[in-house]
């Protein structure tokens, strides 16, 4: 499933597109995608203009002049491309890409001459209508955590978060309550970064009168350097990640430890070998050496 810099990535391409443009026409092509599209969600979204496109975790929301918002989540295998009337494509991270008409489900027809098309094979993705003031009591965003990129995301948010906490660092991070956004691929980067085991307590983060301690200190810095790194190479391909312009994000070449199992630790004169194990259901790498 896309992660954090997946879901910005295409935020940034689809800005060009679709922020300060008009929704001419939508069509939804199917009655659902993960869940049923709204009975007034075409309705909603006709004449509205797109006053801003943001991303909160792994969701894409764009404002709407109506005070509404369109939350969208790409789930699997979704993905956005861009078309332009006279085959241009608007921004940098617009060029031409293949079509696969079969399953494209959603199309939004903009004041600005681009079609927008939400493609999505396995149709673990979905759209859903808020309104802007409903936005703190709807299900989907109310209980995560802070953004990881954000100011208040820092050793100390993370150690009181985390304090007392008896699950696994690795649990935690994953835990959207605890930070929003991060998923397995990021998390195993960000701790390897900070010379850290994913088995390790998450409660070490903190004090015992819950202050940060420098385990804390380390990983945020790790957490921020991983994330940012993946945003400038488009995030990760490897099944279904496309950027807006149908090319592949390129940081699945940089990483340190993930599915890199059975290879030297890159951490230089550990000498150790990357192990994978199961946790919580889900593959975790590490060097069982310079993690601790």
Request: glycine content about 10%; aromatic content about 6%; hydrophobic content about 35%.
């Amino acid at each position: 499933m896309p992660e954090l810099p997946e879901v910005e990535t295409v935020r940034r391409g689809l800005q060009p597109a679709m922020e300060g443009s008009k929704i001419v026409k939508a069509e939804a092509r199917r009655k659902d995608l993960r869940f049923p599209f709204q009975k007034d969600f075409i309705a909603r979204l006709e004449g509205q203009t797109v006053t801003g496109l943001g991303r909160r975790a792994k969701y894409l929301m764009a404002d709407l002049t109506s005070g509404d918002v369109l939350l969208m989540h790409l789930g699997m295998s979704g993905s956005f491309r861009v078309h332009k009337e006279g085959g241009a494509t608007p921004g940098q991270f617009h060029h031409p890409r293949s079509d696969d008409r079969a399953h494209d489900h959603v199309v939004f027809h903009m004041s600005s001459g681009a079609a927008v098309v939400f493609n999505d094979p396995r149709r673990f993705g979905y759209m859903k209508i808020i309104a802007r003031n409903a936005l703190e009591d709807e299900p989907l965003l109310k209980d995560l955590g802070p953004e990881p990129l954000g100011n208040e995301f820092d050793a100390a948010m993370l150690a009181r978060a985390c304090h007392n906490k008896k699950t696994s660092l690795k649990a935690a991070l994953l835990d959207q309550r605890v930070v929003a956004g991060l998923g397995n691929i990021y998390v195993c980067e960000a701790l390897f970064r900070a010379h850290l085991s994913p088995r390790r307590l998450a409660a070490t983060l903190a004090t015992k009168k819950g202050e940060p301690t420098d385990h804390a200190r380390h990983l945020v810095d790790a957490i921020h350097a991983v994330l940012n790194q993946a945003i400038k190479a488009g995030g990760s391909s490897i099944s279904d990640h496309r950027l807006t312009n149908g090319d592949l994000g390129y940081f699945q070449h940089s990483f340190q430890v993930y599915d890199r199992e059975g290879e030297i630790c890159k951490t230089k004169g550990c000498g150790g070998i990357v192990k994978r194990f199961t946790q919580n259901g889900r593959s975790t790498f590490w060097c069982p050496k310079c993690q601790k």
